[in-house]
């Protein structure tokens, strides 16, 4: 018996800013909200959860 246990979750991240212009950039734009809330993504640890299969799989 095999069981395929993968699976994917996608996310959607967006920010807007007023912004300014590139020949007189700001230092609050959205690239930079963008970036910190990858680093707040990459900072989170998801709980381990396993079915029966796999629990079973591990007693062994």
Not at 20 to 32: F, K, M
């Amino acid at each position: 018996m095999h069981v395929g246990e993968k699976s994917s979750q996608d996310y959607r991240i967006e920010t807007t800013n007023p912004g300014g212009h590139s020949s007189a950039p700001v230092r609050d734009n959205a690239i930079y909200e963008l970036a910190d809330a990858l680093i707040q993504v990459r900072t989170l640890e998801f709980p381990l959860q396993m079915t029966d299969t796999t629990r079973a799989y591990f007693a062994k």
